[in-house]
């Protein structure tokens, strides 16, 4: 399968400290890529690159063969739509009000949202199962619900790159769960690029293609979930002890301990960082 | 894995229309009712435009009213006489005008600054530019050059903001903390100057003066003051009214809005330094009149929700309407004693405000 987003040297410098440094990435449509790593390994910041939203110092990120950075601004956010963690509003706004946003970039002052916008709003509504709310405001919703119109907005854009920044945060188990395989589904079957930055190594052993793990801006690791994400590798990226187990026909599942000696772990993550 | 029924099912025909289940009473993010939302409140303009204008000590009728608007546009001969004449046209007309143009910019400037800072609580006098204006005019107010008070105040609002920014800067990024806090060190030391000046050099009947401008009056308006206002309306405010499809991108933050494509630092400054010359044209005509700009956005968002494209223009006709009643009301209520319209519209706004405030806080 061709290559979709093609990053190369992509490093972020800002407060003194290289937030990426230097990552590489190679990401496919009709995938879901996982972006993994500890707090602060630059998830969100590579992300925002992905998305169109900050330049990187240096480096470069190709999408569909043409410089990302060379394109316009509209013209970035008609190719990637972006759906950030708690993104809220300040003034009230109905359901159907912020999933319209998503056509912003296909439209113009002059040219208000037509019938073509209002039947891709309406289908987004409902691909992201969020019709039945749609004129109710987004702080009567809960959580799950809020996100799945965060979804519906960034669906509304029609995008072809979809980046999520931890999609699960504040989510039950099983609305993690559903969200998580609705943005599976679109990549397959719809053929999205879909990128997400996850905490739970869990949902990327289940439900990503491929995954990169940052660690201090840095790509230590990428390929499939189940070949990246060893006990090694988590120790030295997280600071954790993990155990795989392996299930009969589906994913394996990590369990996580504090390790029993702290030694251990900074030798780890020092080699890491070599 | 199972999911839920409403995420499986992904219908073979997009709907042509989003379905309304009436849940929760505020359908507000329907279209419909906007034009007849707009059309209603354009007429509304109108009659209070003409019933505004017979109010006040001198009877007309305002059959009387249209005749002589007529004769001043080329059309008949006026029915009046030459001083009812002359008070239809030179002073009632261009006062309530001049009421309906402040209003409609002072509403649209705070609607615009609301969005922009992301702060409900914003007004068009946020960045210092309400004191900036009435340094301007105290000062020549003392110095008796009341000729040149438009464009001193208009000058002094200018100043209040570069101040702001400056202090708000450096780089573009803007914040919308940093500069409202700006704002606010910009206001304080502004009006301590004002308050100095009047300390230092007002006597007597210019402190009436003052006091009438610092309180926002429409009662010197005449055809320039209109000329000004509508000019800044023209020029500024109606820009501004196209641009509320990037005021929306605004909704969930300054990422949110790059990620729509929005150049976002770009937009605010440009959002910012129009609101504040929209308010400064309007401050140069009636001194800083308050809560048209902060109330009348939040009423009618109330009503028709948070799109800026149908909030824009709604508020613009609203707060059009509310001036001319609240400067109608500040000038016959007390007759022959006239009131500044600040004081009226801060007597209706505060208690609006607060209800405004109480029904937010239930509603979320």
Not at chain 1, 205 to 214: E, N, R, Y
Request: charged share 15%; hydrophobic share 50%.
């Amino acid at each position: 399968m061709s290559v979709m987003i093609h990053g190369r040297g992509v490093t972020v410098h800002r407060g003194g400290r290289d937030i990426v440094d230097g990552v590489d990435v190679d990401i496919r449509p009709g995938q879901v890529t996982a972006v993994l790593g500890a707090n602060g390994a630059g998830k969100s910041t590579l992300l925002r690159v992905l998305a169109g939203v900050d330049a990187p110092t240096s480096g470069t990120v190709s999408v569909e063969g043409a410089d990302w950075f060379g394109r316009a601004r509209r013209s970035r956010a008609r190719i990637a739509a972006l759906v950030e963690q708690d993104a809220a509003a300040e003034l009230p706004l109905t359901v159907l009000a912020a999933v319209s946003l998503g056509r912003i970039p296909w439209t113009s002052a002059l040219r208000g949202p037509g019938t073509a916008d209002e039947a891709l709003v309406a289908d987004a509504l409902s691909v992201a199962g969020v019709t039945a709310f749609a004129a109710r405001t987004l702080a009567s919703l809960s959580g799950g619900e809020r996100q799945r119109v965060h979804l519906a907005r960034a669906l509304a854009q029609t995008p072809r790159v979809l980046l999520l920044d931890e999609p699960t945060n504040h989510l039950d188990v099983r609305a993690q769960l559903t969200s998580l395989a609705l943005v599976s589904r679109l990549a397959r079957d719809d053929g999205l690029c879909v990128v997400a930055a996850l905490h739970d190594l869990n949902h990327a052993m289940g439900f990503a293609d491929h995954v990169i793990v940052l660690h201090e801006g840095r790509v230590v690791a990428s390929g499939a979930p189940g070949e990246v994400l060893t006990p090694a590798l988590i120790s030295a990226a997280w600071g954790v002890t993990a155990t795989v187990f392996e299930r009969e026909g589906r994913h394996p599942v990590i369990a996580f301990d504090l390790p029993s000696s702290a030694e251990d772990t900074e030798l780890a993550a020092d080699r890491l960082s070599r | 894995m199972t999911s839920t029924p409403a995420l499986d099912q992904r219908p073979s025909s997009p709907h042509t229309g989003p379905a309304r289940a009436g849940r929760g009473s505020n359908a507000r993010g329907s279209a419909v009712g906007t034009p007849l939302a707009a059309a209603l409140l354009t007429l509304g303009l109108v009659a209070s435009l003409g019933a505004a204008v017979t109010i006040g000590p001198a009877d007309l009728t305002l059959g009387e009213v249209v005749a002589s608007v007529l004769s001043h546009l080329g059309v008949g001969d006026s029915p009046l006489s030459a001083i009812r004449d002359g008070i239809v046209w030179e002073l009632r007309l261009p006062r309530v005008l001049t009421a309906a143009v402040v209003g409609a910019g002072l509403a649209i400037a705070g609607a615009v600054m609301q969005a922009v800072t992301r702060n409900p609580l914003a007004d068009p006098f946020l960045l210092g530019l309400s004191s900036g204006a009435s340094l301007g005019a105290v000062a020549v107010l003392v110095l008796g050059v009341t000729v040149l008070l438009p464009a001193a105040a208009f000058l002094g609002a200018l100043l209040a903001l570069i101040a702001a920014l400056v202090v708000a800067g450096p780089g573009a990024s803007l914040a919308p903390s940093r500069t409202i806090l700006a704002g606010v060190a910009v206001s304080s030391l502004f009006a301590a100057l004002t308050s100095l000046v009047i300390f230092w050099s007002a006597t007597g009947d210019s402190y009436r003066e003052i006091l009438s401008w610092l309180l926002g009056s429409l009662a010197g308006a005449r055809w320039p003051a209109v000329a000004i206002a509508a000019g800044a309306l023209l020029v500024v405010g109606v820009p501004l009214l196209l641009g509320g499809r990037l005021l929306d991108a605004f909704s969930f933050g300054d990422t949110a809005a790059a990620a729509l494509g929005v150049d976002v630092s770009r937009t605010r400054w440009t959002m910012l330094v129009g609101t504040a010359l929209l308010t400064g044209g309007m401050v140069a005509v009636s001194g800083s009149i308050g809560f048209v700009g902060l109330v009348l956005p939040h009423a009618v968002r109330l009503v028709v929700g948070a799109r800026h494209r149908v909030l824009l223009p709604l508020s613009a006709l609203s707060g059009a309407i509310f001036l001319v009643w609240c400067d109608t009301a500040a000038r016959t209520l007390f007759d022959p004693r006239e009131l500044p319209v600040g004081i009226v519209t801060a007597i209706i706004g505060a208690p609006v405000f607060v209800a405004l405030m109480t029904r937010a806080r239930r509603v979320s």
